[in-house]
Each structure stands twice: as structure tokens, then as C-alpha cells.
């Protein structure tokens, strides 16, 4: 007895926190179309929605998630449908979408990087200062090891952060052919990040949009409000039937109105005097149809609500303190 429970603490000790792997699945979107859902694993940092376009020269990947099992899955889905990665695309330069970027063009070193120029201050700026802010939290015992796994990943990838920008900068919209595929590919400034960019495939009719929609709240770290409303505008002028969010589940059109009418009342709500738990509550009842059955993540809309109407808008005047913009 005393022999096999000290064998079981022992590999217990000796398991590494990677064990924990979620299995992660690519589920079909639309013909030639798949995504590989969004993630916020408990002590984990989030990993955002990776989106796959069968090309005829081979896959267009739209983000590429944080952890080391989102790259894998990733990358084993195109040895089994026998297709190189031709191009990568970066929504936004937000480290939940762009990590695993290295080791796809590490893996298909003839993947053309498309992105915005945002990387560039983002590397300097809000990056490089995470990274530091982060480092004291790696003393042992501060947080979960799997949070303190997260952060070095984090800390790592920033360091790298060159293989980050891109081979083909997106300056403007237009169509592009991505690979043999034509894709609308369209840039939004000063948005949730300084740059997003969104795709629209006009075969399929799926928009794949980033973090311009996401849940359970919108993720205003680093964002403009305004340049977000007018992007959200954008995609609703865009005849899509699919919209792919950069966190949560596939939306149609009338969920996506569901969702901007809710983000633009939360924004105005944060310029009002009503209190944050009042903004956070409207916010939450009026994304309720779109947070699932899960009673967890109307709680976690909640909370984050209040944060970002408090700690983000409110106290940099109605904006991140990263926007520049009106
Ligand atoms: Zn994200």
C-alpha cells in the first residue's frame, strides 16, 4: 500500500502540466471552410478561433491560436488533407491568435505572412510591457504552474516578436487571391487592436472576423470603440450568411445584429453615469441567447463587462488607453 500511494504522488509530481492537452477539434464551417473553436481552459490564458480555407494551392490559416496543441492540431490537419499552408493571416496581433504563426512557417517555409502593421508599436508598446509586468509572477509558487506555462510562452513569443509581422502587409481592403482563393480582405483601423483584419469569402458567403466579435464580452484592452462600431458596420454591409467570431461559436446574420446592437449600447452605457454593474448587466441579459447553456460564462460576461466599462473606457476616456484615435 505505502509502495503504491508513494508511486502515485510520485507521478503525480512527475506529470508535466502538458498532460492536460484539451483535444481540440476542426469542425466543418461551409464547404472548404473549417475552424477550430476558441478556448479558455481554467489557469490557462485563451486561445482565439483558428479559421481554415481549403485554397486551390493549399489552406489559408486565419490565426493561429497560443498554446502548443492549437499549432499541432493545425499543422496535423493539413498532413492529413495532404495541403501545404500557403498563406497565414493574422486577425490582429493579439498573442491568443498569432503564437503559433513561427512554427507554421517553420513547418511551410513558403507561407506568406499577411497582417497588418500593428505588430509594430504592439512589439514596443503594449507587449513588450506586458512581458515585463509578467515577469514577476513566474517566482514560484506566485500562480498555477499551468498559468506560469502561459506566461513564459508569452514572454517567449514576444521575444521572437520579428516573426511576428508580416510578408504582406494589409494597408487597405480589397480582394486578394490568397493561394488560387479570392478573399475579401479587409482592413479595420483602430479598432480592437490599431489594425484588424477580417475576411469575407464570397463562395461560401462566411465572414471570418477576429476579435471584432467576441464573447462573453467584447475585449477592449487595446481597443477604439469607435473605429470598432465602424468596422462592425462594415461587416454588416457585407452579405454573409456564417460569421466566425474570434471568440465564440459561429453566428448568423441576426445573431451578429444581436451583437452589435449589444455593443453599441454597452459602449454608450460606459459614456453614461449609470454604474458599471448596470452596463455590465444590460450587456450580459442582451448576449444571453449568445453565450450557450454554460452559467459559468454569464457570470465571466459579468465581470469582465464591469472591468472593461471601469478599468478600460472609463478611466481612459471612453477608449483604451492604446487607442489613438477618436
Ligand atoms: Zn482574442
Redo the contacts with the bound molecule.
Sequence with gaps: MRHAAFATLFALAATPVLAQTPAEQVQPVAPGVWMIA?AFPPHRQ?D?TTVIFRAPRGLVVMDTGRHAWRRQTILDFAKAQRRPIVAIVNS?W?L??VSGDPALKAAYPGAKLYASRAIDEALTGFLARSAAEAEPYLAPGKLPPETQEDIRGDIATTANGATLKPDIAIEGSGVRDLGGLRLAVNLAPDAATAGDVWLYDPKTRVAAV??LV?LPAP?LDTACPKGWAAALDQVAATPFTTLIP??GAPMSRIQFHLYRAAFNEVVACAASSRDKADCAAAWTKAVTPLLGDDAAMAKRAQGMTEYYVADVLRAHGGKSAYCKTG
Design positions: 476558441s485563451p482565439g490582429h493579439h491568443d491568435h477576429g476579435d467576441t475585449f474570434g471568440h
